[in-house]
């Protein structure tokens, strides 16, 4: 089993910064990679980006160039740094982790533990 902690949410304006946190815990050895997803009001929940445990990350193009992901292996937490932001990125955002490397990175299906979820709304 893998629990996952969000945090990091909150209100923004159009053009600022924010940082989330997924911190693991558990049997964290068996996560292939974290993808971070986010759900509008209405909308199914999207792709945003990943970074496997060998570093390599990946991103949707609506968030290529602003977002940004990176982890601390020490700690156990992956980050989402988010800059530029705009009101389209107001959205539940979630982390999640994948065990069975499929490389489907933007399949919800295939990951296995997921968050609770933080907030982030951005105001125009």
């Known amino acids: 089993q893998v629990q996952l902690v969000e945090s990091g949410g909150g209100l923004v304006q159009a053009g600022g910064s924010l940082r989330l946190s997924c911190a693991a815990s558990?049997?964290?050895?068996?996560?292939?990679?974290i993808g971070w997803f986010r759900q509008a009001p209405g909308k199914e929940r999207e792709f945003v980006a990943a970074i496997r445990s060998s570093g390599g990350s990946y991103y949707a193009d609506s968030v290529k160039g602003r977002f940004t992901v990176s982890r601390d292996n020490a700690k156990n937490t992956w980050y989402l740094q988010m800059n530029s932001l705009k009101p389209e990125d107001t959205a539940v955002y979630y982390c999640a982790a994948n065990i069975n490397y499929s490389g489907r990175y933007s399949f919800t299906r295939d990951y296995a533990y997921w968050g609770q979820g933080t907030q982030v709304t951005v105001s125009s």
């Open positions: 558990g049997r964290t050895f068996i996560i292939n990679y």
